[in-house]
């Protein structure tokens, strides 16, 4: 079973829509989750981290997590082309002291 | 501009060279990292260091050998590299070895194994 799945995408969006984005975990301790947004040719830049259940909101950013469903996701409102990139899923495993990442969401705004 | 400082930005080395990457970080982070990252990939823990010491290395070839001479430094130093190690390494620091609080990716290094 993989540890941390996302849907590779790509995810094409129309510029000013809502992007969702979605990713499933397997440790079921796991404690912290992390989206990372990484351009083509960059390093990975944290953009969001979310701890407990529920929203958390970050200006266009809201990620959701919900632990009993293994379920973490990210919601960019109003995309614009310069949210066009790839978007990491990260979870802090219980079970040790890595942080494993998903696959990643090719994610294309649409002018 | 990164917190986390990596030289060189690119390097082209031969199989028989040695060379080294470096990584900086002056935000008090006790715990390094090393990524590596190949096209389209997520990218591969390869060492952990944690209070400047080894805490995790993944089973990474001997031809990578990592160093933290202080709390604020990291060394990747590499030799007898072969071409598929080709790839983007990445550095990163975190306020603790845990994980529990993310990680800070430096630039990069853009590595070519010819």
């Known amino acids: 079973q993989k540890e941390v799945e996302q849907n590779s995408g790509p995810l094409s969006v129309p510029e000013g829509a809502i992007a969702s984005l979605n990713c499933t975990y397997s440790?079921?301790?796991?404690?912290?989750f992390f989206w990372y947004r990484q351009y083509s040719g960059k390093s990975p830049e944290l953009i969001m981290s979310?701890?407990?259940?529920g929203d958390k909101e970050d200006g266009r950013f809201t990620a959701q997590l919900n632990k009993a469903s293994q379920y973490v996701s990210l919601l960019i409102r109003d995309s614009q082309p310069s949210d066009s990139a790839t978007y990491l899923c990260?979870?802090?495993?219980?079970?040790?002291?890595?942080?494993?990442f998903g696959k990643g969401t090719r994610l294309h705004i649409l002018p | 501009d990164t917190e986390v400082t990596q030289t060189p930005k690119h390097l082209v080395m031969g199989m028989t060279n040695k060379k080294s990457l470096k990584c900086e970080q002056h935000?008090?982070?006790?715990?390094m990292y090393w990524y590596k990252q190949k096209a389209k990939k997520p990218p591969e823990l390869m060492f952990v260091?944690?209070?400047?010491?080894?805490?995790i290395n993944e089973s990474v070839p001997s031809r990578f050998s990592p160093e933290c001479p202080n709390s604020s430094l990291l060394n990747l130093h590499l030799h007898a590299l072969q071409p598929e190690d080709s790839a983007l390494y990445l550095c990163?620091?975190?306020?603790?070895?845990?994980?529990?609080?993310?990680?800070?990716f430096g630039s990069g290094t853009r590595l070519t194994v010819v």
């Open positions: 990260a979870v802090n495993m219980n079970r040790d002291d890595k942080i494993i």
């Open positions: 935000m008090g982070h006790r715990a």
């Open positions: 979310i701890y407990s259940n």
């Open positions: 440790d079921r301790g796991s404690q912290s």
């Open positions: 260091y944690s209070y400047e010491k080894l805490s």
């Open positions: 990163a620091s975190s306020p603790s070895s845990t994980g529990g609080y993310g990680y800070t």
